[in-house]
């Protein structure tokens, strides 16, 4: 009776086992696929989120192109009137639309600068030499988009313009890629641009920048407590993989791509277990393309309701904003002029002001 009793107590010992060993076998399977299936998503929202990033910055691009006056420019060779164009376009843009860090060029059909919004002096000058996408425009004169290495790792459109069928030129609008970095940082998604350490020959205001895994970082607003993190990961399981879940994190690779189809790098994706958990509940229900251009949408139509901000006039706001920058000698009589204005206002209005000014404080890097 003793040994049936023994005998018993093993077998329900065994299936006890078995039936552990095969709930965290599932259990383990079902994460994996759950896993397998966010990162999926996350990917295909992420080439969505680009491919706007892409169009919307290729459609401002054309349809600049047919300004008017930049052609006149163009064709007068008054490279002072392109300078004076392109700078208040793009303070207008920057003023009324999500496009902050908007620069414009115009090239020459021989790839020379002809004039750029965001300095002068450098007319004349060649692209040609450290441009290897421009090649190709020699030929086919078609408009591109891409992520392209110049002197900095960016995104741009480059645009033929004419007049009638005689090639005045090129137009090329250029983005930070910070720009879209912290826009996935919104949702949770932390971004390293990754690009090749082969083309720093050409990209030489890239010259000093981090790297990571024999990659240079391309944009500033990374943090530096992940990219620690990131430096302990086994990067040949993350390049064969293309993703792994480590020390609850989840990190995507995916391959970056020029204006041509070349391979220039890679974007490295990472969220929380926290920033995942969030994903899967909200995320699932739109994609990137869709809340980007919701939200790029929104922002336009507030900075056009509200181009003071929290200020009740254009002229108090830069009053505000000039007085930080100003001398200390110089300050008496506008700080005088600036607490007359201030009283004015609620005190509801005062803590709006002081919270936008306290947002605006945060700083990216970038390079000039």
């Not at 039936?19 to 990162?39: G, N, P, W």
């Amino acid at each position: 009776m003793k040994q049936l009793n023994k005998i018993s107590l093993w077998v329900t010992f065994l299936v006890l086992v078995i039936l552990l060993a095969s709930v965290f076998f599932f259990f383990t399977k079902s994460e994996k696929d759950r896993l397998a299936t966010l990162s999926d998503h996350v990917t295909s929202n992420f080439e969505a989120g680009l491919a706007y990033e892409m169009s919307d910055l290729l459609t401002f691009s054309l349809a600049l192109a047919e300004d008017g006056g930049l052609k006149n420019a163009l064709s007068a060779d008054d490279e002072a009137k392109g300078y004076e164009i392109l700078t208040r376009i793009t303070q207008r843009f920057r003023k009324y639309t999500h496009l902050k860090s908007l620069r414009i060029q115009v090239l020459t059909p021989d790839f020379f600068i002809f004039a750029r919004s965001w300095d002068e002096g450098y007319e004349g000058m060649p692209i040609w030499w450290f441009r290897d996408d421009l090649r190709k425009l020699k030929t086919n004169k078609k408009p591109k988009v891409g992520m392209e290495v110049g002197r900095l790792l960016t995104f741009k459109a480059t645009i033929p313009i004419y007049s009638g069928k005689k090639l005045l030129g090129y137009l090329e609008v250029i983005k930070f890629v910070d720009e879209f970095a912290e826009k996935l940082n919104k949702k949770g998604i932390d971004l390293f641009v990754l690009m090749d350490e082969k083309y720093l020959k050409q990209a030489e205001l890239m010259q000093n920048f981090p790297f990571l895994h024999g990659y240079v970082i391309a944009n500033h607003s990374f943090n530096p407590y992940l990219k620690k993190k990131i430096e302990m990961l086994d990067w040949k399981k993350l390049e064969g993989k293309s993703y792994i879940y480590e020390k609850k994190r989840l990190y995507i690779l995916e391959p970056m791509y020029n204006g041509i189809g070349e391979k220039i790098g890679v974007y490295l994706l990472t969220l929380s277990r926290e920033a995942l958990d969030e994903y899967e509940k909200s995320n699932h229900r739109r994609s990137f393309f869709t809340q980007f251009s919701d939200e790029d949408m929104e922002e336009v139509v507030a900075n056009w309701q509200h181009p003071y901000g929290s200020f009740k006039s254009g002229y108090d706001k830069d009053l505000i904003a000039l007085l930080p920058k100003l001398k200390k000698e110089d300050k008496t009589a506008l700080e005088a002029e600036a607490k007359e204005i201030l009283r004015e206002y609620s005190k509801e209005e005062l803590i709006d002001i002081i919270l936008q000014n306290k947002y605006n404080e945060k700083k990216i890097g970038v390079v000039k």
